[in-house]
């Protein structure tokens, strides 16, 4: 789930958002397919998944916020998709065409996935959960954490196999994940997957690398068990009981806070409002944002989340739908928390979680840091049904930020690169989390108004 825009159901025009603004676009340079009627189209060839790949290639034609699609040739690219799918003897092999034919937009949030794996991405089933493993990803490569692994000698590990599975296999396979997804968040997305599991189940881990004191070790299987996904239960349009988590807690002694959430969904508004005014109760003077592992979730949510943090009216951007402009406009708050804020980010960060750090950052509000930037992957978009059961993810838009750039393939800009000592993995439960709240209280003055990318690095001490 990589969303910056509601989702809904069926097809349909774009959907509603607050504070939106009618605009022209721009006159496109080359030949636009909006006008298109579909009926006058040659009949594609027969086959049992080519209404699927008709109902895909119609939503995108309708739907993207550029009618021209890129300037590519959509109506020639349906043919020659259709003849290639009307010869496809399994689904598998239909939707890796399909999905071939999406990624030739170059885009993130673009991809189709089978029935099966679409109830799998799409449904937060109360059995599903994740294993317990837990990693970090440093210089491209997968490193157990957490108390777990220290108890059992190997934090620092390398992660080598899940199931007898390599990781470079693993990768390779890539399923689920829009082609134009950058390295380390392919990576994490590619784990994850592995990672899931139902109650009562255990993954095998062949890890290597690491041992008491930090000493080599040779490699060894650990067996890891499954962890369930607690949390209330959110639905919207084809996400379905979405488990939702909001964690606040003050640092002892430091006059930090720290705040995070799993996902952007508008229930988990009055939530996070409560967990604000809980920590400004305990005196909280500066504030940690973990916006980790966040995939994003509705787009419109970074206001009134951005305005427990401003004071004077701002704008975090906008969203440029093909026929209108939502403007993210933020109306202060004279309340608002007014001291040092600091959003922690990582490969796993995308979307709407993408374009509130970017935004705020351009404003000056917050500091931006990590070990690595986020996903880059920050456009609106929708989740649609496909007619055999699958579902098809598109974009519906573009984003802007203030300082009009944007994360799109690139990631969040970063103030400070946490620079994770090796030997912290194995002292550190969460040695990135231990590195920007070392940083915070090391630096000597917020770094968010600074506009470009910073050399400073912060490191974990041991």
């Known amino acids: 789930m990589l969303l910056a825009a509601a989702c809904r159901r069926g097809g349909g025009d774009a959907p509603s958002l607050d504070q939106v603004e009618p605009e022209v676009m721009a006159e496109p340079a080359c030949a636009s397919w909006a006008s298109l009627t579909p009926d006058t189209l040659p009949a594609l060839p027969n086959g049992p998944y080519v209404e699927t790949l008709e109902v895909a290639w119609e939503l995108v034609r309708r739907r993207h916020p550029d009618p ?116 380390d968040a392919r990576l994490r997305a590619t784990l994850d997957e592995a990672l899931r599991c139902r109650e009562g189940q255990q993954r095998g881990l062949k890890v290597a690398g690491a041992g008491a004191a930090g000493t080599p070790s040779p490699p060894r299987v650990v067996q890891v068990g499954c962890a369930p996904l607690h949390g209330a239960r959110v639905s919207l349009g084809h996400l379905r009981e979405i488990p939702t988590r909001v964690r606040a807690e003050m640092i002892p002694e430091t006059g930090i806070g720290s705040l995070a959430f799993n996902v952007w969904m508008l229930p988990m508004l009055p939530t996070i409002r409560e967990a604000m005014r809980s920590l400004r109760a305990q005196g909280m003077t500066e504030l940690l944002i973990d916006l980790r592992g966040n995939p994003g979730g509705v787009g419109s949510m970074v206001m009134p989340v951005g305005r427990m943090l401003i004071r004077a009216d701002a704008s975090l951007g906008e969203l440029r739908m093909r026929d209108h402009v939502q403007r993210l406009v933020v109306a202060g708050e004279p309340d608002a928390f007014a001291g040092p804020v600091t959003v922690l980010v990582d490969e796993a960060t995308a979307s709407t979680s993408e374009i509130f750090a970017q935004g705020m950052r351009d404003i000056g509000r917050v500091s931006v840091v990590g070990a690595q930037t986020s996903a880059g992957m920050a456009l609106p ?75 400073h690095r912060a490191r974990v001490p041991r």
């Not at 029935?115 to 493993?133: F, K, T, V, Y």
């Not at 989740?383 to 969040?412: C, F, T």
């Not at 800009?413 to 915070?440: C, E, S």
Request: glycine share 12%; with cysteine; net charge negative.
């Open 381 to 455: 978009s929708v989740i649609e049904a496909l007619p055999d059961g699958g579902a098809l993810q598109l974009v519906v838009g573009y984003h802007q930020s203030p300082s009009r750039g944007a994360p799109e393939g690139r990631g969040v800009t970063l103030d400070v690169t946490l620079d994770v000592d090796p030997a912290a993995l194995m002292t550190q439960d969460d040695p990135v989390r231990a590195a920007a709240l070392h940083w915070m209280l090391q630096r000597e003055r917020p770094r968010g108004s600074e506009r470009g990318p910073s050399d």
């Open 68 to 183: 021209t699609l890129r300037c590519l040739p959509w109506p020639e690219l349906r043919r020659e998709y259709g003849e290639k799918i009307a010869a496809a003897t399994t689904r598998e092999e239909a939707y890796a065409l399909l999905n071939e034919l999406l990624g030739s937009l170059k885009e993130s949030h673009i991809y189709a996935w089978p029935p099966q794996a679409a109830g799998r991405r799409i449904d937060g089933d109360g059995a599903i959960g994740r294993s317990e493993a837990r990693f970090v990803i440093l210089d491209g490569a997968p490193r157990m954490v957490g108390e777990e692994a220290r108890a059992r000698g190997y934090a620092g590990a390398v992660l080598m196999e899940v199931d007898g599975v390599e990781i470079a296999a693993l990768h390779e396979r890539g399923a689920g994940r829009p082609p134009s997804m950058r390295g």
